[in-house]
């Protein structure tokens, strides 16, 4: 039987829709999962969705709808959003899983006739976002000391679980098992802010709402969200029975989490696990967060980057690939478009793309009927070859720290010695000389092999590039593609004809800076809803007064800035034939060289006016942000300049 790997995301909360920093725990945890397959592992792979709580309760009212529907509309949307990504799970659950609910209530139940789990009284403070309980002390300034946000008094009759007791265990867990966390600096942060200064037991049901499991033997109580989330690690395998997948996966051997929920992971879900008399998994794993013009990407921010613009614009592969390169796995990293275009037209298109068409092309020029077997070795040769032959061993040795930025560097260095190896040997010089063609046939051949274990390794990484450059090459033989085959230098032989399309294409990075822009505004405007706290509503108007106003696209040809204002934006639009010249007073949340190319929505009838003696044909509508600055309004597909709004 081959050895188990069982790997978890965090369930993620369905409150709104994801955003790039889930993807990114998601696409680390395929990329282990993939690569432990390859490896020969039997992979379980689990995430899912954590659906109860106050807050889901709370937005389900707000929507006029029950906490079920509006979870499962969201879930829908991951369920996509892990399609999109090429996410490879092998089981997905949710904490509604009518299963799930009754191993909840077993566990709930086997704590309590265990003496784990009294009934006593909560008074204290809950964050609703967390799902957090706190006391007076822990509270930073009278707020949630995780997320900054305001708390709310709690009092209420709670069952409690017993922490305390197991504090020692914990302490002990911690010291003589250095692995248990990862990066180690989360162990010491664990021991000091919270082990070493003492538990508390924890509140562990709630009675104020009743969206959650409810307890079994007193069922005006629901189980604490926290409770019935981390056990989906468990439940998902089938516990409370112990056999089958149950006895075939658990315990883990890693819980991929997001730093702000170590504490969860690395305190409440052990003692669990020790109060259950079950093993403890094996490491977690708190890595950093995707961080977005200083701080971290969240809703309440408005830097939420939807990985589904990015992906349908960049492609599955090169959005994969950037979150596994850029940031060091446990660290924070940046996410910036710029970073994002950077990387694909560098890396990818520059370094990879233009490796595998070179290649292709050249071997397709110089010999049509394939590579000949008479080759003759030279100098640079062996430089290439050993680099290839060693990197199955460093991406091995990335993957095993997890650290994924690692192994893909190492995979750009066989990658970039290609190409070095490319403009010493100058293939196209040897080509002249038909008595060089052994020489010629080596290095193409030395050049097609180390693509070969390069697109072998790429696999957990990228999920449709490696038949891409399959194809370029003709690797049809899937005995030449196999993950043990990259440990071979010498297999290369084409079974097929070579297709030489580009694998990557080339970005001009102004204009997509300016379209992505202008595409993640527009996206941002739209998942943005007012909250209905206190928007104004003009007085109604009829059909006719609203038919008055004359609304087209157009498409700006040019903008510079008005001279002696520093609010006022001219730009030429094009308005399907016509053009016009409309100012704007958007200079301070735009830039002029940011604007042509955008689609914008502009009233057409506004009677024209000079403003700075110069003559303003109409008006460019926009969405203004509470901080004043604002964003076009503009269209989610390519409109024809002219069209009509109605
Ligand atoms: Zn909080």
């Not at 850029?326 to 560098?346: H, Q, T, W």
């Not at 005995?479 to 440990?487: E, G, H, M, P, Y």
């Amino acid at each position: 039987m081959n050895k188990t790997f069982y790997i978890t995301t965090p369930i993620y909360y369905p409150s709104d829709k994801l955003h790039i920093g889930h993807s990114y725990t998601t696409v680390a945890a395929d990329a282990l999962a993939r690569y432990k397959r390859f490896c020969g592992y039997d992979v379980m792979f689990l995430t899912g969705t954590d659906e109860h709580g106050q807050k889901i309760q709370r937005k389900a009212e707000a929507k006029g709808v029950t906490p079920q529907q509006y979870v499962d509309q969201i879930v829908s949307g991951i369920k996509e959003l892990w399609q999109l990504l090429d996410i490879s799970y092998d089981r997905f659950i949710r904490t509604t899983d009518a299963a799930h609910e009754a191993a909840i209530q077993a566990i709930f139940q086997k704590l309590y006739d265990k003496g784990d789990i009294y009934k006593s009284e909560y008074e204290g403070w809950y964050c609703t976002p967390c799902e957090s309980f706190w006391t007076e002390t822990q509270l930073n300034d009278g707020q949630c000391p995780d997320c900054g946000r305001p708390v709310e008094k709690t009092r209420e009759e709670s069952y409690f679980f017993r922490l305390s007791k197991y504090q020692q265990q914990l302490i002990d867990l911690f010291e003589q098992n250095p692995d248990f966390i990862q990066p180690p600096s989360r162990a010491n942060e664990m021991l000091n802010n919270f082990l070493r200064p003492g538990l508390d037991d924890l509140c562990v049901s709630r009675t104020t709402f009743n969206w959650g499991v409810p307890v079994p033997f007193d069922p005006k109580h629901v189980v604490y969200v926290w409770i019935d989330a981390l056990s989906n690690y468990i439940t998902a395998l089938g516990y409370p029975d112990e056999e089958g997948v149950f006895a075939r996966y658990w315990p883990a051997d890693i819980h991929l989490v997001g730093k702000e929920i170590v504490r969860f992971h690395t305190i409440i879900w052990p003692a669990m696990l020790m109060a259950l008399d079950l093993p403890l998994p094996k490491q977690v794993f708190g890595h950093g967060w995707l961080l977005f013009r200083d701080g971290k990407m969240s809703k309440s921010r408005g830097n939420v980057i939807d990985p589904v613009v990015l992906c349908e614009r960049y492609g599955v592969d090169a959005i994969r690939y950037f979150l596994l390169r850029e940031v060091p796995f446990g660290s924070d990293g940046n996410f910036s478009n710029e970073a994002l275009i950077g990387r694909i037209n560098a890396d990818l298109a520059n370094d990879l793309g233009n490796l595998v068409s070179r290649t292709s092309a050249m071997i397709t020029r110089y010999f049509p009927d394939g590579l000949p077997d008479q080759r003759q070795a030279a100098d640079p040769d062996q430089e290439l070859i050993d680099l290839s032959r060693q990197l199955p061993d460093k991406v091995d040795a990335g993957m095993g720290q997890l650290q994924f930025s690692q192994a893909l560097s190492e995979i750009w260095r066989v990658i970039g010695r290609s190409n070095k190896y490319i403009d010493e040997t100058t293939p196209w010089i040897l080509a002249r000389s038909p008595e060089m063609a052994p020489r010629l046939a080596s290095v193409l051949f030395n050049l097609a092999e180390a693509i070969r274990i390069v697109s072998i390794l790429l696999q957990p990484f990228m999920t449709a590039t490696p038949a891409r450059i399959w194809a370029a090459l003709g690797l049809a033989d899937a005995s030449l593609t196999d993950w043990a085959s990259a440990r071979t230098f010498g297999l290369y032989r084409a079974t097929a004809p070579l297709r030489s399309e580009p694998v990557f294409p080339r970005l001009d990075l102004d204009k997509e800076l300016a379209s992505l822009d202008a595409l993640l505004a527009a996206d941002a405007s739209v998942a943005k809803k007012p909250e209905p706290e206190t928007v104004p509503v003009p007085a109604e108007i009829a059909f006719d007064d609203f038919q008055k106003v004359a609304l087209r696209i157009g498409r700006v040809l040019s903008c510079e800035k008005v001279k002696g204002s520093d609010k006022l934006l001219c730009s030429q639009i094009d308005m399907g034939g016509q053009i016009r010249q409309i100012l704007s007073g958007i200079a301070e949340s735009y830039k002029p060289e940011e604007m042509p190319g955008r689609l914008v929505v502009v009233v057409t009838n506004l009677k024209p006016r000079k403003i700075r003696g110069l003559m303003s044909e109409g008006m460019l509508l926009c969405a203004t942000r509470a901080d004043g600055s604002c964003r076009l309004l503009t269209v989610d597909e390519a409109v024809e300049p002219g069209s009509e709004i109605s």
